[in-house]
């Protein structure tokens, strides 16, 4: 069973200072949220508006939190995060703002780490083109960079051959 779950704008304003409070939301996340509750156009711009001023939605602190909690937890590559942030139409500048809080020796010594895991998982694999192209296959899903890929398969096979 369906209800209307309209409520007044008043209402809804609290309800998204709880909601945002809780966790970084993106825009379009609050957005579906008060479209969610029953508000028209105006009033979402207005609430999402008062929402900023007040502290509560920040399109930038969102962004760096969400990119360092799907490389931390995750281990997702800069490619996959940009992605998503994209998909919940987060600015370019954010996007690269957070990319950037990402620490490179950090993020080099995940690849590494994801690679040599995936690489041992391999071990049962006996044709070594076979074996790297699925290593490949693996590293590019998670998201990480061509060029890095490219140096990390490297470095397994000079690791399995000894």
């Not at 001023?53 to 997702?76: D, P, S, T, V």
């Not at 490179?104 to 074996?131: H, M, P, R, S, V």
């Not at 192209?133 to 690791?159: A, N, T, V």
């Amino acid at each position: 069973m369906i209800q209307n779950r309209h409520v007044t704008k008043e209402q809804a304003l609290q309800k998204l200072k709880h909601y945002c409070a809780y966790q970084e939301r993106s825009h379009l996340e609050v957005k579906e949220k008060l479209y969610s509750l029953g508000q028209w156009k105006q009033d979402v711009e207005n609430i999402i508006a008062q929402l900023i001023e007040e502290g509560y939605l920040n399109e930038e602190r969102f962004a760096i939190q969400f990119a360092g909690g799907k490389f931390r937890m995750k281990h997702w590559g800069k490619k996959k995060i940009e992605q998503a942030l994209k998909e919940k139409q987060v600015s370019a500048y954010c996007i690269k703002k957070a990319l950037k809080e990402i620490p490179e020796a950090d993020y080099l010594l995940t690849l590494a780490k994801q690679a040599t895991t995936k690489w041992q998982d391999l071990k049962g694999e006996k044709n070594i083109f076979i074996k790297k192209r699925k290593l490949q296959d693996y590293l590019i899903r998670k998201g990480f960079e061509y060029d890095l890929i490219r140096e990390q398969i490297g470095e397994c096979s000079r690791i399995g051959e000894r």
